[in-house]
């Protein structure tokens, strides 16, 4: 599998600049009141990255509070079903708390302990973020705030249940397309008001420098890991990586490790909605253009005005009208090809994997299942693929079964 | 010479303050903008600050957030605004104009193509919030190069440093949001603002507005005490809101409170 690439050189360390800048993405676009904050998250970061006690915790609380490793699974029953290439699930949704989130909360809440900061906020679109959020700040005994958009709260009622039980006070968000944009905007108007006591860990690989560098290298032990075990468990690297892309912080985080290893074809999955064509998706790279939204430069679905637009996705966590600044460039240098499904198809992979492999996905996560099951079978059937299972599913039950008019 | 600095130049001979209102463009509606500035400047405003609506203006509180989706609801763009300045200008060529939003609307248009047609119109300066100076290169040239005057936030926590950074690319005058928080936010402190502005007059013989938190006569009087410029947002704002589409309610409203500002500021 060849890809078109407009550059040979090594990625892996290449971007973002100090500045933030990946190629012409990223930077620092907000006001001026959180640029000194900003500078103070970059500096402790900096520090604290390189930091003996700071890493020896972080991996301490990854392996015996989240349980990694997760584990890459070789799918057979799904594979054989597919008819083609084998493939790989890496079970993020092992993780404690359910989701791939937690790997990034755990390191920032750590970062926010350092820096003595004793009140953490979030936003949160499908809720595994704000869950993963409230779950490190009840273990730290920090006060949590998650603002979360209001068409969010009515499709993820379980993760919001979770997040009060957690001890969270769970905000709902009523202004805009009230789903994840809004929590952003309504997290940074909190960040910028309490930036003396708050700490405000972003969920995925968005916002102003350094969040989307920091949270890639939180993330990135999933392909750290995922190199690891292909070479052990098949002997060699997979020939293609998938990866659901919502801000994009799962899809970072496997892709990284292996952005140098340019035989592995790497495909990151957004959410096509009702269909590309018919505009209501989340495909900010498949058909989006670049501008500036929380904090970035980036692919963004906007008008002709520079307004951003609503977004569609059966799936809360993709439903997003920007991504991260790093996806913005691997697009434009090439080494990643971003494509699309829609709701119906990520529909069919989530009964596909549950039905086959008892292994019931998340809705976001189904998007990268779905784009297997096309990509797959044209190939050989010694050829590898590993997948990103970015979460489990039990949150979307709900949403699944209103879908198909079945009262829970 | 900018019509800022002639503005400020002329103020400053009268021992007087500048008296800065903000509103967005189009809210409640586009009809209202253009007599609204007129109405404005009647009552004592020294420069207009015109906001461009943005779908998600993150450094705003709800009152404005509510007026930009007002707007909105009118599809008013970055355009349309343009096309207000221009109309302004028909009857009033003398009181300075600034465009106040974020940046996504000016990147769409591109820089020079809206810093050409920002000059056509008759603006005379630009302040995008979620622009920083280190990110404002490209679109200081291509203001600069049209006689703009880039306008620049300075905060609370704002260091010596970057006050410096910031005044050297701002021109026309900087604008010190006194209080931590979005618009709207908050009681300001006026001693901690007369402090910090002796702290940045280190820094620049530009002017120095202050805003955030000022919502009447008493603090704007105070406010004029120490800086050069009062801007006053979110209480015309809510005046706007609160007379729910009365063109004449609002302008009343409005002039009525920038009257009150005026005297007091001047007293
Ligand atoms: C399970 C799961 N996968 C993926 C995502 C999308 O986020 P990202 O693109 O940052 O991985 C989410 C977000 O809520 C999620 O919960």
Request: with cysteine; proline share 5%.
């Amino acid at each position: 599998m060849s890809q078109i690439e407009n550059t040979n050189e090594p990625l892996i360390g290449q971007v973002p600049d100090s500045r933030g800048h990946f190629g012409i993405y990223g930077g620092k676009f907000v006001a001026e009141t959180l640029m000194v904050p900003l500078q103070e998250l970059q500096d402790a970061y900096d520090q604290y990255l390189t930091d003996p006690g700071f890493i020896a915790e972080l991996d301490a609380d990854l392996q015996n509070y989240v349980g990694r490793p997760s584990p890459l699974y070789l799918a057979e029953g799904w594979t054989r079903h597919l008819g083609g290439a084998q493939i790989y699930l890496k079970r993020e949704d092992l993780n404690h708390t359910g989701a791939h989130k937690v790997n990034n909360t755990i390191g920032q809440a750590l970062l926010a302990k350092r820096l003595g900061k004793t009140r953490i906020i979030a936003e949160t679109g499908a809720g595994q973020h704000g869950v993963a959020t409230a779950t490190v700040a009840a273990r730290l005994g920090l006060k949590c705030v998650i603002y979360m958009g209001a068409v969010d709260i009515a499709r993820q009622a379980i993760n919001v249940y979770r997040m009060k039980l957690l001890g969270a006070e769970v905000v709902s968000v009523e202004s805009g397309s009230k789903t994840l944009k809004d929590a952003l905007n309504e997290a940074m108007r909190d960040w910028v008001t309490n930036i003396d006591d708050t700490f405000y860990i972003i969920g995925t690989v968005a916002g102003p420098h350094p969040y989307p560098a920091m949270v890639r290298d939180f993330q990135a032990i999933i392909g750290r890991e995922a190199r690891q075990q292909i070479q052990q468990q098949a002997g060699r690297l997979p020939d293609a990586l998938i990866a659901c892309v919502g801000g994009g912080s799962n899809a970072i985080g496997l892709f990284y490790p292996f952005l140098d290893d340019r035989n592995v074809a790497v495909y990151g999955v957004e959410a096509a909605g009702d269909g590309l064509d018919s505009g209501r998706h989340a495909a900010p790279l498949c058909a989006g253009r670049p501008g500036v939204l929380h904090g970035n430069r980036t692919y963004l679905m906007e008008d002709d005005d520079g307004q951003i637009i609503e977004t569609h996705s059966v799936s809360a966590g993709l439903d997003y009208p920007g991504v991260g600044p790093e996806h913005a460039w691997l697009k434009d240098v090439g080494r990643v090809e971003y494509v699309a499904i829609n709701d119906d198809e990520a529909l069919q992979a989530f009964h596909d994997l549950t039905r086959i492999e008892g292994i019931l996905p998340a809705l976001e996560s189904s998007h990268a299942l779905a784009y297997a099951t096309k990509l797959a079978p044209a190939m050989d059937k010694d050829q590898i693929i590993i997948v990103n299972l970015s979460g489990r599913g039990d949150k979307d039950i709900h949403t699944v079964a209103a879908l198909e008019g079945i009262e829970v | 010479m900018s019509r800022i600095k002639n503005c400020f130049d002329k103020l400053k001979t009268g021992n007087h303050k500048a008296l800065i209102p903000y509103v967005t463009a189009g809210d409640p509606d586009p009809a209202i903008t253009v007599p609204l500035m007129h109405a404005m400047v009647n009552a004592g405003a020294d420069i207009i600050e015109l906001g461009v609506p943005f779908s998600d203006p993150m450094a705003d509180g709800p009152v404005i957030q509510r007026a930009a989706e007002r707007a909105l609801k009118h599809r008013v763009s970055l355009r349309d605004v343009l096309t207000m300045v221009a109309e302004f200008r028909q009857q009033d060529s003398h009181t300075p104009v600034v465009l106040m939003g974020y940046l996504n609307p000016v990147e769409v248009m591109g820089y020079t193509v809206f810093a050409e047609a920002a000059a056509q119109a008759g603006v005379d300066g630009v302040l995008t919030v979620d622009l920083p100076p280190e990110e404002a290169d490209t679109l200081v040239a291509a203001l600069r190069s049209q006689q703009l005057d880039p306008v620049f936030l300075l905060a609370p926590t704002s260091n010596d440093e970057r006050i410096k950074l910031i005044c050297e690319a701002a021109s026309g005058y900087v604008y010190y949001v006194a209080v931590k928080g979005v618009t709207g936010a908050g009681n300001l402190d006026v001693q901690a603002v007369a402090d910090k502005l002796e702290q940045i007059r280190k820094h620049t013989d530009l002017p120095v507005g202050v805003g955030f938190g000022i919502k009447d006569a008493k603090s704007a009087a105070a406010v004029a005490a120490v800086a050069d410029a009062v801007v006053v947002g979110s209480a015309l704002v809510q005046k706007v809101e609160q007379a729910a589409g009365q063109h004449d309610r609002i302008s009343t409203e409005i002039t009525g409170l920038l009257t009150q500002m005026r005297v007091g500021m001047d007293a």
